[in-house]
């Protein structure tokens, strides 16, 4: 079994202590409360993190026009475009970007990707890279600021981990639950379940996860309680109505009871994961411009991406008590390092009395 592998059943284990005397780190500083003492898991406005939420038409692969919602923060310096991971939203960079915002002179986009967050336009996964392109040729035209891109594979994990925990993926998958009983019990599950580790985070990024059954009040939802109330019936054509409809009502039931559900079924996109990793690390290598590599561990390299960080092709920082959300667990950390090497090279402006603190790697 990999690294990777082991992470992901372990992360469904409730999050570890925090180790005493290690400040600074968010995820230990928001989740330690004193005896007797409740922790809160209600969910926060987007507006306490970024400054507005805009949409952004662009045209679609049939010649339609598509709309795309982008969470903005800040007015002058280089663009950070924020791409978030499959089945999460542009809100799971809601803490990170009030952290950089407040150490660089930037301009924050995030943007909510096809299906994901606010957008209900279906996912069409081979488009992606596609969109993003639109998106920034809709916003800047053919003279655009300059843009730095920051992107999450498979969270923080590389092509070759990604790779060898594919097979176990799906299993991974199914071990979620499959809907929640409320938004406060969804960010309850996540940081319990050690997905996101910073309470801080989730209640503000989970609203992007999840979204509410259908037939409660929203017209989007869950179709997986419909579905499996007609396998049962097609596998049991001659079962009495009576038994069919007690089945029906039961599942009504349990979404009145449970009614908010994952906004994307990541189970079914499983035809494109080969495709979104294959090639990833040479892809990354390859391209000329600085570039800059977080990871929980540095057991998350792969042979292509070791041999080039030893030739010193990109910097690489561990974030050392991080699962694979890095950008959320530990904010702070994720936004001094880009700050750090954003004025490195040059791309952005110190404010705040910000003191860069290179790394040793």
């Known amino acids: 079994m990999s690294a990777l592998e082991k992470s992901m059943h372990l992360g469904r284990l409730p999050s570890r202590p925090p180790l005493p005397g290690s400040g ?3 995820s230990g500083a928001k989740m330690r409360m ?3 003492r409740k922790r809160d898991f209600s969910p926060v406005p987007w507006s306490q993190y970024f400054e507005s939420m805009e949409d952004v038409e662009v045209e679609n692969e049939t010649g339609k026009d598509i709309s795309f ?4 923060s800040g007015s ?6 924020l791409l978030h991971g499959g089945g999460h939203s542009a809100l799971s960079w809601a803490v990170f970007t009030a952290a950089i915002i407040s150490r660089v002179q930037c301009r924050i986009v995030a943007l909510d990707l096809r299906g994901h967050g606010e957008r209900t336009v279906p996912a069409f996964f081979p488009s992606l890279c596609r969109d993003v392109g639109n998106v920034v040729e809709a916003m800047y035209g053919d003279l655009p600021p300059p843009i730095i891109l920051l992107g999450l594979c498979m969270i923080d994990v590389v092509e070759g981990t990604a790779m060898d925990a594919l097979n176990s993926m799906q299993n991974f998958l199914r071990g979620r639950p499959k809907t929640f009983k409320s938004l406060e019990n969804a960010i309850e599950w996540s940081v319990k379940s050690g997905q996101i580790r910073n309470l801080e985070s989730a209640r503000v990024s989970m609203v992007g996860q999840v979204k509410q059954c259908e037939g409660i009040t929203s017209p989007e939802g869950s179709k997986s309680i419909v579905e499996g109330i007609i396998e049962e019936e097609e596998e049991d054509e001659e079962g009495s ?3 069919n409809k007690r089945k029906k009502e039961d599942d009504m039931e349990t979404k009145k009871d449970h009614p908010y559900t994952w ?3 990541l189970a079914k996109t499983e035809k494109y994961w080969d495709g979104w990793f294959r090639g990833l690390s040479n892809l990354f290598l ?3 411009i600085p570039k800059l590599l977080l990871l929980a561990g540095v057991d998350r390299l792969d042979k292509d991406l ?10 690489m920082q561990v974030l050392p008590q991080c699962g694979h959300a890095v950008h959320e667990d530990a904010p702070d950390k994720v936004a001094e390092a880009v700050a750090t090497f954003l004025i490195r090279h040059r791309f952005a402006e110190p404010i705040g009395g910000f003191q860069c603190v290179f790394p040793g790697c």
Do not use: D, H, N, Y
């Open 24 to 26: 600074g780190s968010q």
């Open 34 to 36: 004193g005896p007797g």
């Open 69 to 72: 919602a982008e969470w903005l």
């Open 76 to 81: 002058e310096g280089p663009v950070l475009l």
């Open 241 to 243: 109505e009576s038994v």
């Open 263 to 265: 906004r994307i079924e």
């Open 286 to 288: 390859s391209c000329p």
């Open 306 to 315: 070791t041999i080039g960080q030893m030739q010193g092709k990109f910097q």
